[in-house]
């Protein structure tokens, strides 16, 4: 789609946003078109961003840092949807805005989201050594997760069939690259900058635990009773519900909840019922390769 | 893409009408009334039967029985209608009073358990070949011919269909029993006991213990002549351009079986295979 083309852009349920490369990284078309911008994004020292592969907890996530910085109160998130609250960095969606001029309207303390691979950060992030937190997600859910997403998400490419969508995946030309790529390539950087490297089944089998892991992390010292309430409001089953979280105010002409609700399992293990016995052995040959060069290991089930 | 179990509907009621409970297994229609006339239906020594569980690769045995047994040319095979010469006991057609009046040597399949056959057969009467498949395979096979087939209308998803295996919901009741039964008969005189997944693996083997079953006699040339047109059966059969592509084919279930249906599969295979010392090739 032609750039002239792109500002008259109006979803109607069907047409899709185009994609291309940005350094070898496939990305909404719009996302390509303002690239220097985003790549020259100018972090301030007390900003927090929250980085995560897209489906990887990327909302939950948000939702317990604001919590957590807000010392419990529920009230004020619930001042705006999600996608307003947290400025997403390279995104760039007609009807929806800019994330960057989103970040430069929102006063101090601002907690940012990207799903960027680390080689393709925003330079001032790391120059004012701004906290990041990275939640990395197994890639089985990972994959399903992003499926059911890339079928609901009209901002992003149709999947086609699962066996389709499983071949493209595994190549890794999807928006934002390869997994493997992504959980390695912040994998790596996490003991040379300031990231909080977490595990998104760990924050499922433990979640105060991890809850308190972010709190010491951001500077909060939050008391059990505040951690508990954190951890309820957190819960899927409430965010599931929460319209200021769930992605329900989105148009539907966008996301639509009806192919694929935005918060659809967040379970662990769900892949079990997508992957065939035959994927699965093709999936494990191609982990074990891709995988060989690094330390990092998932949890696949509980 | 493979169905969430979640999502699975109940299997159409008119699906489920079609059978009938004979001493606690699940029959096809057309054995109503007939069990009885079945059980003392007269077995000559002359006959050789062919024995499986629906979807075992009956059709494939039966070519490959009439082959070794005939001596015939596969491209002879492929000329006739080898269902007319070798018919099945419980169908309607042609029905128990034809086959009765079948010319020897009659070549006879089924369907049914062992203990449901007739009786003469029990006593060793006449030659019974059985052949087993791996149950990950069958229920494949099985659940694309019931849904290929108008008669059966079945309109459920594979897991459902699955679900109904493992708990011996379809025609000819339990694969686990039907089975066991015959392995347990394996060492008797008159019977055969083969595996499909053989056929693709050692087929040289199977040919020299069908011959040597059946009595006929042959020199290391004749059986090489043989076996090469036995190699061809099997080829046609995982080839042909009317079927889906390689549904013959060994570990076919490994494209199909969710690895949480496999879990469960297994799960159940134990319990119900545990005591038996009866082992499948699930792939090659």
């Not at chain 1, 078309?29 to 592969?53: G, R, V």
């Not at chain 1, 519900?241 to 329900?248: E, I, K, R, T, V």
């Not at chain 2, 029905?95 to 449901?116: A, N």
Request: overall charge negative; aromatic content about 12%.
């Amino acid at each position: 789609m032609a750039l002239h083309d792109m500002e008259d852009f109006t979803f109607d349920g069907t047409k899709r946003l185009s994609v291309n490369y940005v350094k070898g990284i496939l990305q909404p078309t719009d996302t390509c078109d303002i690239w220097d911008k985003i790549w020259n994004f100018q972090a301030k020292p007390d900003d927090l961003l929250i980085s995560t592969y897209p489906k990887a907890g990327t909302t939950w996530t948000q939702e317990i840092v604001e919590l957590i910085q807000n010392e419990g109160d529920v009230e004020k998130s619930k001042r705006a949807p999600t996608h307003q609250r947290f400025p997403f960095l390279e995104m760039k969606i007609p009807s929806l805005g800019s994330g960057l001029e989103q970040a430069h309207a929102m006063p101090s303390p601002r907690i940012l989201k990207t799903h960027l691979p680390f080689h393709l950060l925003p330079p001032s992030l790391l120059e004012k050594n701004c906290k990041i937190i990275y939640v990395a997600r197994n890639p089985k859910d990972n994959m399903v997760s992003y499926y059911h997403f890339q079928r609901m998400n009209k901002a992003l490419p149709a999947p086609g069939t699962w066996e389709e969508y499983f071949e493209t995946f595994l190549a890794g030309k999807v928006c934002w690259g390869s997994w493997h790529e992504h959980v390695k390539g912040w994998w790596e950087a996490k003991d040379k900058h300031r990231i909080l490297y977490l595990f998104y089944e760990d924050m499922k089998k433990n979640p105060k635990h991890e809850i308190q892991k972010l709190a010491e992390f951001i500077g909060k010292k939050l008391d059990d009773k505040v951690l508990d309430k954190i951890v309820h409001y957190t819960s899927f089953d409430v965010m599931k519900q929460n319209p200021m979280a769930n992605y329900s105010s989105i148009p539907a002409e966008i996301m639509d909840h009806s192919i694929s609700p935005f918060m659809r399992k967040g379970a662990v293990g769900d892949w079990k019922k997508h992957f065939t016995v035959a994927q699965n052995e093709r999936f494990d040959e191609d982990y074990k390769k891709k995988m060989t060069d690094t330390r990092l290991t998932f949890h696949f089930q509980f | 893409m493979a169905e969430s179990e979640a999502e699975t509907p109940s299997t159409p009621g008119e699906f489920e009408s079609k059978y009938f409970e004979f001493h606690g297994v699940r029959l096809p229609p057309f054995c109503r009334g007939k069990m009885e006339e079945i059980a003392n239906f007269p077995v000559r020594p002359s006959d050789v039967w062919i024995v499986t569980y629906p979807k075992s690769g009956t059709s494939l045995l039966q070519e490959v029985v009439y082959l070794v047994s005939q001596g015939a040319d596969p491209d002879e095979i492929g000329l006739m209608n080898i269902d007319e010469q070798l018919p099945v006991l419980e169908y309607p057609q042609p029905g128990l009073d034809i086959i009765k009046e079948l010319t020897s040597p009659r070549l006879i399949k089924s369907h049914l358990p062992y203990r449901f056959l007739p009786s003469d057969l029990h006593n060793g009467d006449s030659k019974v070949i059985y052949m087993a498949r791996n149950p990950k395979d069958l229920v494949v096979s099985y659940y694309q011919f019931h849904r290929s087939l108008r008669t059966m209308s079945y309109r459920g998803t594979f897991q459902e269909f699955c679900r109904r295996f493992m708990n011996d919901k379809l025609g000819y009741g339990s694969w686990f029993e039907h089975v066991q039964e015959f392995w347990e008969h394996r060492m008797d005189s008159n019977v055969l006991f083969l595996k499909y997944e053989d056929m693709h693996r050692d087929l040289v083997t199977m040919v020299e213990q069908l011959a040597r079953f059946l009595g006929v006699s042959c020199d290391k040339a004749q059986l090489e002549a043989l076996t090469e047109h036995c190699h061809q059966l099997v080829d046609q059969c995982c080839n042909a351009e009317a079927l889906p592509v390689g549904r013959g084919r060994v570990g076919l279930w490994k494209d199909i079986f969710t690895v949480s249906m496999n879990e469960k599969f297994d799960l159940v295979y134990k319990q119900k295979m545990g005591k038996c010392d009866l082992t499948f090739d699930f792939y090659l």
